[in-house]
């Protein structure tokens, strides 16, 4: 969980801005090809080994997931259709075990990648896409130790990459044909620096990999039956 008022200000003040960016960069496209997504999902649990003789495990336990998205397209073919797009995931209070060592109890992470995304397909009903991009990383970690002692390091930043792939299905869309909405469905491996997790850890980046789904609103003007 997080354990201060200031690091639960630092989440909410997170969503707030990137929520505004995304609305802010909607107005500036309105009238050309843009998406805007918000979706839910679970991220996987997972095993880190800690380095050195005596070796050892941390298990850091599954989430639930959020996120926003927003994306551009640059062209129209009909075949790839190349998007430009910001991807915002927040994975809530992780649980940190270990046997070998004292480790933070949990950890918070959030993720803005913005990136380059491929959708094959795109005046059909049923499109699948590709992507990966590169940005921030944000741990707001426990400062109590599984032993109960404190620990000092809070807020821990790494750069990102992510990548993955999804798959759009339209379920409506306007008599003329500008406007449509679509559920969407994606997995993507957020990859990054390490948290801080007070032990020398066998890997220097961490696997995340979230599976999600969600509502996309599409806007594209120039599309035609």
Not at 161 to 183: A, C, E, P
Request: charged residues 10%.
């Amino acid at each position: 969980m997080i354990d201060s008022p200031k690091g639960r200000r630092r989440i909410h003040f997170s969503w707030g801005l990137v929520s505004c960016l995304l609305l802010l960069c909607a107005g500036q496209a309105f009238g050309q090809g843009w998406e805007f997504g918000a979706f839910g999902g679970q991220a996987l649990s997972q095993t880190r080994y800690i380095q050195g003789p005596t070796g050892g495990q941390i298990q850091v336990s599954s989430s639930y997931a959020a996120g926003l998205h927003f994306d551009h397209g640059f062209t129209h073919s009909p075949i790839v259709l190349p998007h430009v797009e910001i991807e915002f995931t927040v994975l809530p209070p992780r649980i940190v075990k270990s046997a070998s060592t004292a480790v933070p109890q949990s950890y918070d992470s959030l993720y803005l990648t913005p990136g380059l995304r491929l959708e094959f397909l795109p005046r059909a009903k049923m499109r699948p896409w590709v992507a990966a991009g590169g940005g921030y990383t944000l741990y707001i970690q426990s400062q109590v130790l599984t032993n109960g002692q404190t620990y000092s390091i809070h807020f821990v930043n790494r750069a990102a990459v992510d990548y993955g792939g999804g798959l759009d299905f339209r379920i409506w869309r306007s008599k003329h044909y500008s406007w449509s909405l679509n559920l969407r469905g994606q997995v993507r491996d957020f990859v990054s620096g390490n948290p801080s997790l007070n032990a020398p850890l066998a890997s220097s980046v961490q696997h995340n990999v979230v599976a999600s789904g969600g509502i996309v609103i599409d806007h594209n003007p120039v599309y035609s039956p």
